[in-house]
């Protein structure tokens, strides 16, 4: 059931824009070298009255309602010497704890998020379509949030249900008498608009009050969110800029009379270290960060006080001057509820504007050693119990870790072979299969992650390993076409990120890293069983879905001809592990040899 934190109140949120618009426990851990960050904005005007004003925003969620395990579920530390630990973090009774933690003696707090909250999502919340996701947010007191690319993987009817309410229009209503409520809270859509109408698909903008304060938020996606969602999933819809869009609304913001303006954008950068309390501006302002979120924060709207971002999954709090020369607040709190980030600032009442020059942000560890909220304990339970018949169930069984870190990997591998040996009981000529690195969301861990025991693999951690859905497709390409999707790895839209496919055994190359642009792929190297690609050849490729209608940037799979759409890819995962694993013989790692690696 869906409640809403009590903190809130039906006045806070007003003057919405439409869519078609027109507790207890110890403090929130920050290291002794967590650093606060302080801006300037000359244009603000500094009246005689300040109140103080905290946002605190989490971002790329992903439905970890558990711990998450593994190195998922750690965050790097800097210590006052200069060293680094591990700190086990996440997980949604941790979280609400430390939020509420965070909130106490705070009169005005928002809590807010920039997108992909739900979607990628483990099992238990992955199973439901992530309506326990939604019921854990509306509980923790979640205000508002931008949308990401991952609320589109089942399609904007999916996302307007999340939203609206309403139980699924396949599967039902999962307990008897009780109906999905929706968010409480607004999922934010700015930059996301129907193709025919040009209108947004959900609220551009929101204006949350508080005690007389008045903010408003604008949420963006990337741009680039249909290269990497199925097309399925982005159908009638369209993308736009993101800094032109936030620039629009900021306008439409300020003749309404809202000058405190924050902007949530699912779009990141990447650090320049991986300890999440580092010093982003140690070198000098913004000169700890790099990526799209530079850009953006530089050609967007002076008026905007802060931007809250996400996608990358990395840790920052940086300042970035705006395009007046001013330095601004950039923040992402890494991913899967293991940090969150506090923004601290004063709200001139005779302004109606946040002071620029007051802004502090600093990233705090979801630590476990704290109590657990025990109304999430109470939430994770029921649905472990509708989750448990399908959750617990074992699939296979394995020696080690199987990861899926490097360019390529063991995990990569092993999923690429699933698919293979799916493919060929579909059509027994086929021979390749291609795997995206971004569609493998975890690792397979070897300790046990409940009562199964270690080397166990379950349904439900195969399913955190392939939580999309996608199907295991065919299609023919020609060599000359194989070739090209080979270079598109690091060419193209991808030349500057590059996505590295991972490949199924008996196809080996050389990627050579040195050069630049598609001739990083060594053409002559690529062998299948040890035969050159003939160009002229005809070869029969497996691959999901995603990548079969050219996602990620992949275009010329998308051309390849006589598709043959097959099942479910982690059931051809799960198939795989059964049939070549056992109790008595764990399956090993492969060895991630098959791409040599020059650097």
């Not at 606060?36 to 300037?40: D, F, I, L």
């Not at 002071?355 to 802004?359: A, K, M, Y």
């Not at 990627?511 to 060594?522: E, F, I, N, Q, Y």
């Given at each position: 059931m869906s409640v809403t934190h009590p903190?809130?109140?039906?006045?806070?949120?007003v003057a919405a824009a439409t869519a078609g618009l027109a507790a207890v426990g110890a403090l929130v851990i920050a290291s002794p070298a967590a650093q606060?960050?302080?801006?300037?904005h000359g244009g603000h005007g500094h009246g005689s009255r300040t109140v103080d004003l905290q946002l605190l925003a989490i971002n790329d969620f992903h439905g970890n309602l558990e711990p998450p395990a593994g190195s998922s579920g750690r965050v790097t530390e800097l210590q006052a010497d200069g060293t680094t630990k591990t700190v086990d973090a996440g997980g949604v009774e941790y979280l609400a704890s430390s939020l509420r933690t965070a909130r106490e003696g705070q009169e005005r707090s928002l809590t807010v998020a920039a997108g992909d909250i739900v979607g990628a999502s483990p099992l238990l919340s992955g199973l439901f379509h992530d309506e326990p996701t939604v019921e854990a947010m509306n509980k923790l007191g979640l205000d508002v949030t931008g949308v990401g690319n991952h609320e589109f993987d089942e399609g904007k009817d999916e996302?307007?249900?999340l939203q609206n309410g309403g139980c699924h229009p396949v599967e039902g209503c999962y307990e008897e008498g009780r109906k999905f409520k929706g968010a409480d809270y607004p999922i934010l859509s700015a930059n996301v608009v129907d193709e025919k109408t040009g209108r947004p698909l959900l609220k551009p903008y929101t204006i949350e009050k508080v005690k007389g304060v008045r903010v408003g938020f604008i949420g963006v996606t990337l741009e680039g969110t249909p290269n990497i969602v199925t097309a399925e999933g982005v159908k009638g819809l369209k993308f736009l800029d993101e800094v032109e869009t936030i620039n629009k609304y900021t306008k439409e913001l300020k003749r309404q009379g809202v000058n405190a303006v924050v902007a949530l954008v699912h779009e990141g950068g990447f650090p320049a270290s991986s300890a999440y309390n580092y010093d982003c501006d140690a070198g000098g302002s913004g000169t700890g960060l790099s990526g799209p979120i530079v850009d953006i924060a530089k050609n967007t709207s002076a008026d905007v006080d802060a931007l809250v971002t996400g996608h990358t999954h990395t840790a920052y709090v940086c300042?970035?001057?705006d395009p007046e020369g001013n330095d601004r607040l950039v923040t992402s709190a890494a991913s899967f509820g293991r940090l969150f980030t506090e923004l601290d600032m004063k709200y001139d009442t005779h302004t109606h504007d946040i002071?620029?020059?007051?802004?502090r942000g600093s990233n705090h560890v979801v630590d476990r050693t704290r109590n657990k909220a025990a109304d999430m304990t109470s939430l994770i339970s029921r649905w472990q119990t509708l989750a448990a018949p399908i959750a617990g169930r074992t699939v296979?069984?394995?020696?080690?870790?199987?990861t899926r870190t490097g360019n390529e990997s063991a995990l990569g591998d092993l999923i690429a072979d699933a698919q293979l040996a799916y493919a060929k009981t579909l059509d027994p000529s086929a021979t390749i299969a291609l795997m995206n690195p971004g569609g493998i969301r975890t690792?397979?861990?070897h300790k046990a992650s409940g009562s199964e025991g270690d080397g166990v693999v379950t349904y439900a951690e195969g399913f955190a390993v392939q939580p999309f859905s996608n199907t295991v497709n065919l299609r023919t390409l020609t060599g000359a076409q194989l070739v090209t999707a080979l270079q598109q790895q690091v060419s193209g839209s991808n030349e500057a990120a590059p996505k590295i496919l991972q490949i199924s055994s008996g196809l080996t190359y050389t990627?050579?890293?040195?050069?630049?642009?598609?001739?990083?792929?060594?053409t002559d190297s690529i062998r299948l069983g040890g035969a050159p690609i003939d160009p002229a050849a005809n070869y029969r490729v497996a691959m999901n879905s995603f990548l079969s209608g050219g996602g990620d940037g992949f275009g010329e799979l998308a051309k390849g001809t006589d598709e043959l759409v097959g099942g479910d890819d982690l059931a051809a995962l799960n198939a795989y592990l059964t049939a070549n694993s056992s109790a008595s013989a764990p399956l090993a790692a492969p060895a991630a040899d098959r791409i040599t690696i020059i650097q």
């Open positions: 903190r809130r109140r039906a006045a806070r949120r606060a960050h302080e801006t300037q996302l307007l249900r300042t970035v001057p002071v620029r020059s007051s802004v296979g069984w394995i020696s080690q870790d199987i690792d397979l861990v990627l050579d890293l040195t050069k630049s642009g598609a001739a990083r792929v060594v």
